[in-house]
């Protein structure tokens, strides 16, 4: 079994990243997380396919576990599912000796994951990723939480996960679309840290879109070692953690401006190509990388003109958490596969630039 | 300055009693705490008494700083104060660079603590106690959270504070009612740890009710020694931790089955008087123990018969979060100042057993 480690305060802890692992999950819930009691949370979509499957696998194995949903979507990561969920948890009568199993995609590891930081002052989780979003990204770092109106994980908690079980044989049971949400991350991993592993990408998207498994296998399992190499290093996103953040700052603001109606990786492949062309505006980016990701990224998702109010995504970006005293923060490349140090590992872009590049490329959108 | 190190495992932080110190706060905030701008949270009547003059001297000292309150008493302790409090700091535009100072009870140092946890995943929070019961139990150890309808603390996260400010000159403002409440607590650690001390707060019980500052002084500071020593050894309540919850797995049954209409310190003196007899029962604490407890106790709060419902009590009981497989576990003295080690420092304990002590406490009354 390949499994990479991540260091946490709180100790390490295994991803495992496997064709087929998902069907070991009994054994490995008794192995790394032995409770009493499991409560497995999916979303209904997920639920079906998978959460209710594994949850009965559990039971077989003569553990007891039970199944809470809540309705798909990124609707629904709010502290009212967050409050519902955890309602159902105790009226079921879970107690400390609990371990809750998020099998889902990204707002499932996160809300799941803050049920669990927060369930009376916290239990262990395990993450069960099923879309390639949520295996290469989110069930990684121990980052939980919610939405709220002023904007995306704006409350939450760091809470290391147990053990992270991401079989991507599971993403052939995820959306086409929403498949190449979630490579828009996995391409954000090679443009910041590994210029061989981008091209690896770019030349194999028709099979990680297909899901072939071996080729999402080695996809994932490349995302994981680097995401969990940057996480050991910095957890609490003190510094080199930062570089994660590249398509993020614009990524996120434009996300919260469609009111989420725009997908995290669309948000967020929109974000890559405006960054880069912040930075090489700025001169510190190499000219030419912002179309160098437009190209690739456009295979992935639409990058045409987005009816976006170019103000209202100015005032979430002004509230983004990595803003310091109001002024939005951008981590910039150098060339693809290395980013700039800045000052922390990004950069504080004035609002003008920031403002122009944003109407200019939601306006005309920016496809090559 | 006297300060108390505890430690934790993201380091150690001070807690400092002495009357009179809340006068440095702000050059106390700018060393322990730096920030670019503090969010003070206090409840509508500890807000005029010290909340809103604490930041102004804050704001004379040049830092940025604004006041947040919440209506006072335990029943704002809920996930919607929570909520409120949180989206007013990210409308007054709070982001990370943020520190929380908890101005007030138990119920503010908990429920700031739990904004300050879960504030764009975390924030710094300097918890400054104002009554006895805040001081040398609630700001110490880190425990935050909120109440909801299944039971008291159920949802919350482990936050310790960068600082703790004690001025046990602040208990003067303090009903007198509620200082005795907060008494409460101190008796339990000498109970627990320390028979002496036990002894000199029974003989200094006029003192400390008038609020005499000295006599304040020396009461916080030895509880704070306790119970710092008691989490520094365990901070998540593995194990040793447990000792603290003597006098609790009934108190906050009682308390939630009268819907929190009964104080904490109300419920925790029944608490400790119906455990020490079920440990008398069950031959494991010195007989005579809870008829010595009565007696002080009954100095502090009335001990007479409570109208509640024995049976909604036994289910509080079950659901309380350390019990294990609904089994309810209890903490066993020894003897005045010895907790019987047990298995894990406390005792499971037959529901019969609780049911009749429990009903016949609550029927009578505890009184000596």
Redesign the interface.
């Given at each position: 079994m390949t499994a990479v480690r991540v260091q946490t305060?709180?100790g390490e802890y295994p991803v495992l990243v496997e064709v087929g692992v998902l069907a070991d999950l009994p054994g490995l819930l008794s192995e790394h997380a032995p409770a009493?009691r499991y409560a497995f949370i999916s979303d209904d979509n997920v639920a079906s396919l998978h959460g209710h499957p594994s949850m009965e696998a559990v039971r077989a194995a003569g553990l007891d576990a039970s199944l809470f949903t809540f309705p798909a979507g990124e609707a629904s990561k709010t502290?009212k599912s967050w409050?519902i969920l955890?309602?159902e948890l105790?009226?079921a009568?879970f107690?400390?000796?609990t371990c809750v199993v998020a099998v889902g995609g990204g707002v499932t590891t996160d809300l799941a994951g803050f049920v669990a930081?927060?369930?009376?002052?916290?239990v262990p989780v395990v993450q069960v990723p099923t879309s390639y979003l949520a295996m290469i990204d989110a069930s990684v770092g121990g980052?939980?939480?919610v939405d709220?109106?002023?904007?995306k994980?704006?409350?939450?908690?760091?809470h290391a996960p147990r053990l992270v079980v991401a079989d991507p044989e599971v993403v052939r049971t995820l959306p086409k679309g929403e498949r190449a949400q979630g490579l828009v991350e996995a391409l954000k991993h090679g443009a910041i840290l590994d210029a061989a592993y981008f091209e690896r990408l770019r030349s194999g998207l028709d099979a990680l879109l297909a899901a072939e498994p071996l080729a999402a296998e080695e996809a994932v399992l490349r995302s994981v070692e680097i995401k969990a190499d940057v996480v050991s290093q910095d957890e609490r996103e003190g510094g080199f953690r930062q570089v994660l953040n590249f398509g993020h700052t614009l990524g996120h603001a434009l996300e919260a401006a469609s009111q989420y109606g725009l997908g995290h990786g669309s948000a967020v492949a929109f974000g890559m190509v405006l960054e880069a062309e912040v930075g090489e505006r700025l001169g510190v980016t190499q000219a030419g990388t912002s179309a160098v990701l437009a190209a690739v990224l456009a295979c992935l998702v639409d990058l045409g003109p987005l009816p976006l109010d170019a103000e209202a995504t100015l005032r979430f970006l002004?509230?983004?958490?990595?803003?310091?005293?109001?002024r939005p923060r951008v981590v910039l490349l150098r060339t693809l596969g290395e980013v700039d140090p800045g000052r922390g590992w990004s950069h504080e872009v004035g609002e003008d630039l920031l403002a122009e590049v944003l109407s200019q490329g939601t306006a005309r959108g920016v496809s090559p």
């Amino acid at each position: 079994m390949t499994a990479v480690r991540v260091q946490t305060r709180e100790g390490e802890y295994p991803v495992l990243v496997e064709v087929g692992v998902l069907a070991d999950l009994p054994g490995l819930l008794s192995e790394h997380a032995p409770a009493r009691r499991y409560a497995f949370i999916s979303d209904d979509n997920v639920a079906s396919l998978h959460g209710h499957p594994s949850m009965e696998a559990v039971r077989a194995a003569g553990l007891d576990a039970s199944l809470f949903t809540f309705p798909a979507g990124e609707a629904s990561k709010t502290r009212k599912s967050w409050s519902i969920l955890t309602d159902e948890l105790l009226e079921a009568g879970f107690g400390r000796d609990t371990c809750v199993v998020a099998v889902g995609g990204g707002v499932t590891t996160d809300l799941a994951g803050f049920v669990a930081a927060t369930f009376l002052r916290g239990v262990p989780v395990v993450q069960v990723p099923t879309s390639y979003l949520a295996m290469i990204d989110a069930s990684v770092g121990g980052k939980t939480g919610v939405d709220v109106a002023a904007g995306k994980n704006l409350v939450g908690a760091f809470h290391a996960p147990r053990l992270v079980v991401a079989d991507p044989e599971v993403v052939r049971t995820l959306p086409k679309g929403e498949r190449a949400q979630g490579l828009v991350e996995a391409l954000k991993h090679g443009a910041i840290l590994d210029a061989a592993y981008f091209e690896r990408l770019r030349s194999g998207l028709d099979a990680l879109l297909a899901a072939e498994p071996l080729a999402a296998e080695e996809a994932v399992l490349r995302s994981v070692e680097i995401k969990a190499d940057v996480v050991s290093q910095d957890e609490r996103e003190g510094g080199f953690r930062q570089v994660l953040n590249f398509g993020h700052t614009l990524g996120h603001a434009l996300e919260a401006a469609s009111q989420y109606g725009l997908g995290h990786g669309s948000a967020v492949a929109f974000g890559m190509v405006l960054e880069a062309e912040v930075g090489e505006r700025l001169g510190v980016t190499q000219a030419g990388t912002s179309a160098v990701l437009a190209a690739v990224l456009a295979c992935l998702v639409d990058l045409g003109p987005l009816p976006l109010d170019a103000e209202a995504t100015l005032r979430f970006l002004r509230a983004d958490k990595k803003a310091r005293a109001g002024r939005p923060r951008v981590v910039l490349l150098r060339t693809l596969g290395e980013v700039d140090p800045g000052r922390g590992w990004s950069h504080e872009v004035g609002e003008d630039l920031l403002a122009e590049v944003l109407s200019q490329g939601t306006a005309r959108g920016v496809s090559p």
